[in-house]
């Protein structure tokens, strides 16, 4: 018996948001290693007012049907921030995305990803970079290595078949992510020790843990730092005022003191590291919802995280710095600072730095030094419209 046609239609109601939603649960439903996200966070991502990526880009989501039976799903998006960015960086004019892809066999896949290529050229669009769900600063790039083990907090995963789809519609890479993983019980190298002990004796370095009772303060000296330090970077988008407001909200939760670093040079704030307990080992037996009782185990973690695994999202150091000795010396100054208190506090045997492009020489260079591995990689593919 012949399959039914598959139809891709636009998402315009309550129904399909909840449509578009779902597929994602059933479908990672058989994934042992997929963390299902909270459903009201997903929504909230996904909805107009709430998250402030709206105001900035244009978004279609589509649903993939087979018959009555939903198959697959994309979200086509125009970044208006992202625009802007010089060519050269890798957005810039002409350059648009999909992402949140999901679908069950290649049939699917090629008819979701052409009717996003459609829409985008509709709009003008004359290139596109994808997976990016939805800005580059959430979940970036289609998993190509690492698919044995679940993500960290804030890292996507996707099924190893989406890279094949992927690449049979003629997309090639354009870049490629990697996020590293070292074993924190373990001291650094001795060579490595000595720069710290020589920092710390340097009466002009200053490393200390943010104070979270001054959050609003502290929120924005990272975020002037980031925007500076990444400015240059590949992919690299601003993050509006709004965007900062809704992170630091969103963030305030699973923030500690210890776990922060900003560092201080003759005073002034250069360079700062963030750290994060990996909120996804308490939310991966919760299947995406707080209820009955899962909103208590929740609360009772949040009080005082206990986890394996710390995740380094983000770290910079202001640009003037960057091409110095201090840069790197700033750097393990703080990942040794964090990984004391991760180990002594939290009883974390694990960190993960990332996510870290292949060609920033620099970061890998910390990477390796501090005797770290790959242990995921993420690709960004574009093509011609």
């Not at 050229?121 to 970079?129: D, I, K, N, P």
Request: proline share 6%.
């Amino acid at each position: 018996m012949a399959q039914a046609e598959i139809t891709v239609t636009p998402v315009n109601d309550k129904a399909g948001l909840k449509a578009f939603i779902d597929l994602a649960y059933r479908l990672g439903r058989s994934d042992p290693n997929w963390v299902p996200p909270l459903r009201f966070e997903v929504e909230e991502l996904l909805t107009p007012g709430k998250n402030p990526f709206f105001d900035h880009a244009d978004v279609q989501l589509f649903l993939a049907k087979r018959g009555d039976a939903v198959v697959g799903r994309i979200c086509a998006h125009i970044d208006h921030l992202a625009l802007a960015q010089p060519v050269e960086q890798g957005m810039g004019p002409g350059t648009g995305n999909w992402g949140l892809f999901e679908a069950e066999d290649a049939q699917v896949a090629a008819a979701l990803i052409g009717k996003a290529e459609d829409w985008l050229r509709e709009q003008g669009m004359t290139r596109v970079l994808a997976p990016i769900s939805m800005s580059i600063w959430e979940e970036p790039g289609q998993l190509t290595k690492g698919f044995d083990h679940p993500p960290t907090v804030m890292m996507g995963h996707q099924p190893e078949r989406y890279q094949h789809h992927i690449e049979a519609l003629a997309y090639t890479p354009a870049k490629l992510l990697r996020t590293y993983e070292l074993d924190i019980t373990q001291d650094f190298p001795p060579l490595i020790q000595r720069i710290v002990q020589s920092g710390q004796k340097n009466p002009k370095i200053n490393i200390r843990k943010v104070d979270k009772s001054k959050f609003d303060r502290e929120a924005a000296i990272i975020l002037e730092i980031l925007n500076d330090a990444w400015s240059d970077n590949w992919g690299f988008v601003p993050f509006t005022d709004r965007e900062i407001a809704y992170a630091g909200k969103k963030f305030k939760p699973i923030v500690r003191e210890d776990l922060i670093m900003i560092a201080e040079y003759e005073g002034e704030p250069v360079a700062f590291m963030m750290t994060l307990p990996n909120l996804n080992e308490v939310l991966k037996p919760m299947g995406g919802t707080l209820w009955p009782f899962n909103w208590a185990r929740l609360l009772w973690w949040l009080r005082k995280p206990v986890c394996r695994t710390m995740r380094v999202p983000l770290m910079g150091v202001l640009k003037k710095h960057q091409a110095s000795r201090l840069a790197s010396q700033l750097a393990f100054m703080m990942i040794e600072a964090i990984r004391r208190n991760s180990t002594t506090r939290y009883g974390a045997t694990r960190g993960e730095i990332g996510w870290v492009l292949d060609d920033n020489q620099g970061m890998n260079a910390i990477a390796d030094a501090i005797e770290s591995t790959v242990n995921k990689e993420y690709t960004i593919y574009e093509k011609a419209l």
